[in-house]
């Protein structure tokens, strides 16, 4: 793998940029591996990467239907943080997190993470009362998280007003300073580059068709590419997972549906940090660029279409004028959608199913980014010993069953 | 010579998609109700209304079970949490939240958001041809807001946009 930095940037500017290297292979599929990822997002290539850095599993290919990165991956907001309620939640997505610190210098690519802290605001006694039970049951967990008084939230985020008089008052606010946000891209392409790098092979434009299985498990699959023959197959298909699953004749507890996200007009440095705000049901942070980056809620109905409702963007720019009313004169450049796979105690699946070899990961709901690396790393090991280890099993669909779910709607930042 | 960028040379900007059950623009079927698009909702009592005026009431025809003493955890499961969430067409409730307050059921195309069919609870789905992806995890033509992940078949070029 070609070392990407300073020096490399001054022989390559000296050359004219001659001497770059495609960042991976363009191969076409063999008509075998051992073990086949269906999704180049950002979770299907960190269980890739994973698979083969840890597992040395590298007889691999993560099939992607359309071109890596392009699905959820390039449609998601980049809010990283792991401030949630539950031991289980917390275990997933510090695990996350902490992978994320030093995500970077592993891949050797700049995936310009920023920890400029993410803030959830209260707005009334009952929501109050409740992030800070959830600062708590953080802290308790090893995840940082505070709690901040009205001045302290003005001082941290100036444009955030406190006075009593609003609609929506902010009594206060929790702040996770190793949140933040990052580059979805540099993430999809770094992991890309990395798995290449070690032997995986990245086919793009080639669609699954079909999961092929005798005697209850896994043989191979079809695609739009032929067929492949392989023992395993782990679906990481955020938005089609149960699509993939139907092949199997597996039915999930997931419904799908549109979730929008829309950019303004670039401005100056105005917001320093991610603010959430589960009353007023809106989530604002600024890209690089200087683009407002802007999330709210799901459209409730199930679809599989790209786009979402016009009430839904109504709503969102209603919620974002009142929690910053200096926004209500910017203009807006973009607004897109993709499909969430929402389960329903707002959890994922991370599991094992009743076709051997045949593994699910998915069900991330609103909320997949921010897992990405912990979600490639525990998946990863559990399609190589086909055993989830003790992050990933809290998270199998056997707790459909059990009972024993993982109910965070309530601690997740914005009402799903 | 090569490039700097690391991603796709390619993007493919045609595409077409010619599984359809009937061809033409006029092919979808809709019961007594005309063709409708998302996001107006025909209530079979009020009329044509926007889908803000609607609630979700999830999928239709889930019977809730009669043996619910003796039976298994795993089929409590099933009737509580498993859900069939197809791409194409799904049979759901819906609830006339702002208007009549009363429940009906409708048959929609979930890859193009195309309601094909308004009928009453209690009532059987009616037949309805849908414009339904050529593959699995595909794309309709016409009504996918997924402009981006379109699989180009074997004898497609892209377009005339297209790249090598």
Same mark, same amino acid.
């Given at each position: 793998?070609?070392?990407?930095?300073?020096?490399?940037?001054?022989?390559?500017?000296?050359?004219?940029?001659?001497?770059?290297?495609?960042?991976?292979?363009?191969?076409?599929?063999?008509?075998?591996?051992?073990?086949?990822?269906?999704?180049?997002?950002?979770?299907?290539?960190?269980?890739?990467?994973?698979?083969?850095?840890?597992?040395?599993?590298?007889?691999?290919?993560?099939?992607?239907?359309?071109?890596?990165?392009?699905?959820?991956?390039?449609?998601?907001?980049?809010?990283?943080?792991?401030?949630?309620?539950?031991?289980?939640?917390?275990?997933?997505?510090?695990?996350?997190?902490?992978?994320?610190?030093?995500?970077?210098?592993?891949?050797?690519?700049?995936?310009?993470?920023?920890?400029?802290?993410?803030?959830?605001?209260?707005?009334?006694?009952?929501?109050?009362?409740?992030?800070?039970?959830?600062?708590?049951?953080?802290?308790?967990?090893?995840?940082?998280?505070?709690?901040?008084?009205?001045?302290?939230?003005?001082?941290?985020?100036?444009?955030?007003?406190?006075?009593?008089?609003?609609?929506?008052?902010?009594?206060?606010?929790?702040?996770?300073?190793?949140?933040?946000?990052?580059?979805?891209?540099?993430?999809?392409?770094?992991?890309?580059?990395?798995?290449?790098?070690?032997?995986?092979?990245?086919?793009?434009?080639?669609?699954?068709?079909?999961?092929?299985?005798?005697?209850?498990?896994?043989?191979?699959?079809?695609?739009?590419?032929?067929?492949?023959?392989?023992?395993?197959?782990?679906?990481?298909?955020?938005?089609?997972?149960?699509?993939?699953?139907?092949?199997?004749?597996?039915?999930?507890?997931?419904?799908?549906?549109?979730?929008?996200?829309?950019?303004?007009?670039?401005?100056?440095?105005?917001?320093?940090?991610?603010?959430?705000?589960?009353?007023?049901?809106?989530?604002?942070?600024?890209?690089?660029?200087?683009?407002?980056?802007?999330?709210?809620?799901?459209?409730?109905?199930?679809?599989?279409?790209?786009?979402?409702?016009?009430?839904?963007?109504?709503?969102?720019?209603?919620?974002?004028?009142?929690?910053?009313?200096?926004?209500?004169?910017?203009?807006?450049?973009?607004?897109?959608?993709?499909?969430?796979?929402?389960?329903?105690?707002?959890?994922?699946?991370?599991?094992?199913?009743?076709?051997?070899?045949?593994?699910?990961?998915?069900?991330?709901?609103?909320?997949?980014?921010?897992?990405?690396?912990?979600?490639?790393?525990?998946?990863?090991?559990?399609?190589?010993?086909?055993?989830?280890?003790?992050?990933?099993?809290?998270?199998?669909?056997?707790?459909?069953?059990?009972?024993?779910?993982?109910?965070?709607?309530?601690?997740?930042?914005?009402?799903? | 010579?090569?490039?700097?960028?690391?991603?796709?040379?390619?993007?493919?900007?045609?595409?077409?998609?010619?599984?359809?059950?009937?061809?033409?623009?006029?092919?979808?079927?809709?019961?007594?109700?005309?063709?409708?698009?998302?996001?107006?909702?025909?209530?079979?009592?009020?009329?044509?209304?926007?889908?803000?005026?609607?609630?979700?009431?999830?999928?239709?025809?889930?019977?809730?079970?009669?043996?619910?003493?003796? &039976?298994?955890? =795993?089929?409590?499961?099933?009737?509580?949490? $498993?859900?069939?969430? *197809?791409? %194409?067409?799904? !049979?759901?409730?819906?609830?006339?939240?702002?208007?009549?307050?009363?429940?009906?059921?409708?048959?929609?195309?979930?890859?193009?958001?195309?309601?094909?069919?308004?009928?009453? &609870?209690?009532? =059987?789905?009616?037949?309805?041809?849908?414009? $339904?992806?050529?593959? *699995?995890? %595909?794309?309709? !033509?016409?009504?996918?807001?997924?402009?981006?992940?379109?699989?180009?078949?074997?004898?497609?070029?892209?377009?005339?946009?297209?790249?090598?």
């Amino acid at each position: 793998m070609q070392r990407y930095g300073i020096l490399s940037l001054i022989r390559e500017g000296l050359r004219g940029h001659t001497g770059w290297e495609p960042a991976w292979r363009f191969p076409e599929p063999k008509p075998r591996y051992d073990a086949i990822i269906i999704g180049g997002g950002g979770h299907g290539l960190a269980t890739a990467y994973y698979l083969a850095k840890e597992h040395g599993l590298t007889d691999i290919a993560v099939i992607e239907k359309g071109w890596i990165g392009g699905g959820n991956a390039g449609r998601n907001t980049t809010i990283i943080r792991s401030n949630y309620l539950y031991d289980e939640s917390a275990a997933i997505y510090d695990h996350a997190l902490q992978l994320w610190k030093n995500l970077g210098r592993e891949l050797d690519f700049n995936i310009m993470m920023s920890h400029r802290g993410v803030l959830n605001l209260a707005h009334d006694e009952g929501e109050m009362r409740q992030l800070k039970r959830r600062v708590e049951a953080n802290r308790l967990n090893g995840v940082d998280a505070e709690w901040l008084e009205p001045e302290d939230v003005k001082a941290f985020c100036p444009p955030i007003s406190i006075a009593p008089t609003l609609r929506y008052p902010v009594l206060g606010a929790t702040l996770q300073r190793s949140g933040g946000t990052n580059r979805h891209d540099a993430v999809v392409w770094g992991y890309a580059r990395a798995a290449d790098a070690l032997g995986v092979d990245i086919i793009q434009q080639c669609e699954v068709t079909n999961i092929l299985s005798e005697g209850g498990a896994v043989t191979g699959i079809e695609t739009t590419k032929g067929p492949i023959a392989t023992p395993k197959v782990a679906s990481v298909t955020a938005g089609h997972t149960s699509v993939i699953a139907a092949m199997l004749g597996l039915k999930l507890p997931i419904e799908s549906h549109p979730l929008q996200a829309m950019v303004s007009e670039p401005i100056k440095p105005v917001m320093p940090c991610v603010v959430m705000s589960s009353a007023v049901h809106v989530y604002v942070s600024q890209s690089d660029k200087g683009e407002l980056v802007i999330g709210a809620g799901i459209d409730p109905h199930l679809s599989y279409t790209q786009r979402g409702s016009f009430d839904i963007v109504e709503h969102q720019m209603a919620a974002m004028v009142e929690l910053l009313p200096f926004t209500s004169r910017l203009r807006f450049m973009r607004q897109w959608g993709g499909i969430v796979d929402v389960c329903p105690d707002a959890s994922p699946v991370i599991s094992k199913t009743r076709i051997k070899g045949f593994y699910v990961n998915g069900g991330w709901g609103t909320g997949g980014w921010k897992a990405t690396p912990g979600s490639g790393h525990v998946f990863a090991d559990l399609i190589a010993n086909d055993e989830p280890n003790a992050i990933a099993a809290p998270f199998a669909l056997e707790r459909f069953v059990s009972g024993a779910l993982v109910a965070e709607h309530g601690a997740a930042a914005v009402a799903h | 010579m090569p490039r700097l960028d690391p991603g796709i040379r390619s993007v493919p900007a045609g595409f077409r998609m010619d599984r359809r059950i009937k061809s033409g623009d006029d092919d979808i079927k809709c019961g007594n109700w005309g063709r409708q698009e998302m996001f107006l909702i025909r209530c079979p009592w009020c009329g044509e209304r926007d889908v803000s005026d609607f609630s979700y009431g999830g999928e239709a025809h889930i019977a809730r079970p009669t043996d619910s003493e003796t &039976m298994s955890d =795993s089929a409590w499961a099933e009737f509580v949490f $498993l859900r069939s969430n *197809p791409k %194409g067409v799904h !049979a759901e409730r819906w609830n006339h939240q702002a208007g009549c307050r009363r429940w009906f059921n409708i048959l929609r195309n979930t890859a193009t958001d195309d309601i094909l069919a308004v009928y009453k &609870m209690g009532e =059987s789905p009616p037949e309805v041809t849908a414009n $339904l992806p050529a593959t *699995p995890s %595909g794309e309709a !033509a016409i009504g996918s807001g997924n402009d981006a992940a379109k699989i180009l078949g074997p004898d497609e070029t892209g377009g005339a946009t297209a790249g090598k």
